[in-house]
């Protein structure tokens, strides 16, 4: 009965979708995702950062060192790593938002 239940399930997700179950599993696969991500942009930060070429879905090329636009163009679809990209994403938004209105008020 339990295997019929899991394969109607198993129907519901996209092509190559898993389904895992179990609070551990589900922290270290949202872990493995960032890290993976930082595994990516870690390389181009610093003094000696590398720049990186990206292609993006519209085969628009980037070279960067920039981590905000490597991840902003990254097809990100973990929901733990999308979370990391919205966050740098809005951080990078404050940070030119504040900069913008200091050397205004001066």
Do not use: W
């Not at 609070?23 to 872990?31: G, T, V």
């Amino acid at each position: 009965m339990f295997s019929q239940n899991q394969g109607a399930f198993q129907g519901l997700l996209k092509d190559g979708g898993k389904h895992f179950s179990g609070l551990d599993e589900a922290l270290m696969k949202n872990i493995e995702a960032c890290k993976n991500l930082a595994q990516i942009t870690k390389t181009s930060l610093g003094p000696y950062g590398m720049n990186k070429l990206i292609i993006n879905h519209l085969n628009k090329h980037f070279v960067t060192s920039d981590t905000n636009t490597m991840v902003s163009e990254l097809e990100v679809m973990h929901p733990a790593a999308k979370l990391v990209v919205l966050a740098a994403t809005s951080q990078m938004k404050d940070r030119v938002h504040y900069f913008y209105h200091c050397k205004q008020h001066k």
